[in-house]
């Protein structure tokens, strides 16, 4: 089993639409991380979360929510979501916080 | 500036050595980190070094480290043509710090 999985790995999605993204981790890692890889800029971490807590959260918008409900899982919701927020979204996981991290595919997501 | 910068192209024959260069600003990281993204996939883990060490070697892969500097370089040797990628330089610092990354250097093979 590959060690980080992602689905969908591509979407597209309406600005009115609510979708989620999934992550799963098959490393026993308790740290995982979500990540946004747009053309123009490097990539941004978004959100951080250790053993299931949330312990960063880079001023991203409410309109993308997290959930981790478990170490081996983490969702991305997503809600009325702007053009400019089309992008990879990368999700990592490391053994412990702020150790080497191991990425996913990435979901490309497309909003219209 | 940037936290961390590299070089958006490097183009090598095949069959060189390729050497991408990292600078960057935050003297208090920890570990640095290369990656490499082939299209259309996530980031792949090549190697990383810790702070307090200035050379790692991994078969092909070596990782200088000029902490006075702040600069850090990845030399492939024998670049074959399923090296052609793009590199990213990333830093941490621990904790609940995220990676920096850097913009990606795209490694273009010519024959």
């Known amino acids: 089993e590959t060690g980080v999985t992602q689905t969908p790995r591509h979407l597209v999605m309406g600005m009115t639409n609510k979708k989620s993204l999934k992550c799963e981790q098959h490393?026993?890692?308790?740290?995982m991380y979500w990540y946004k890889q747009s053309a123009k800029k490097p990539l941004e971490l978004m959100f951080v979360?250790?053993?299931?807590?949330?312990?960063e959260n880079n001023s991203v918008p409410s309109r993308f929510s997290p959930e981790c409900p478990n170490s081996s899982h983490l969702f991305l919701h997503l809600h009325t979501l702007q053009p400019e927020d089309s992008a990879l979204y990368l999700c990592?996981?490391?053994?412990?916080?702020?150790?080497?991290?191991?990425f996913g595919p990435g979901t490309r997501l497309l909003v219209l | 500036g940037e936290d961390v910068e590299q070089s958006l192209f490097l183009s090598v024959r095949e069959g060189d050595s390729s050497v991408i260069n990292c600078t960057y600003t935050?003297?208090?990281?920890?570990?640095l980190y290369w990656y490499k993204q082939e299209p259309g996939a996530g980031l792949q883990l090549l190697t990383y070094?810790?702070?307090?060490?200035d050379m790692k070697q991994d078969q092909r892969l070596t990782v200088l480290l000029n902490k006075k500097d702040k600069h850090l370089s990845l030399r492939i040797a024998d670049t074959q043509t399923g090296d052609s990628a793009i590199y990213f330089c990333?830093?941490?610092?621990?904790?609940?710090?995220?990676?920096?990354f850097g913009k990606g250097t795209h490694l273009i093979i010519q024959p």
């Open positions: 990333a830093r941490v610092r621990g904790g609940a710090d995220g990676l920096t």
């Open positions: 935050d003297s208090s990281s920890t570990y």
């Open positions: 979360y250790s053993l299931e807590e949330r312990v």
């Open positions: 070094i810790f702070s307090n060490m």
């Open positions: 990592a996981s490391s053994q412990e916080l702020g150790g080497t991290q191991y």
């Open positions: 490393l026993g890692h308790n740290a």
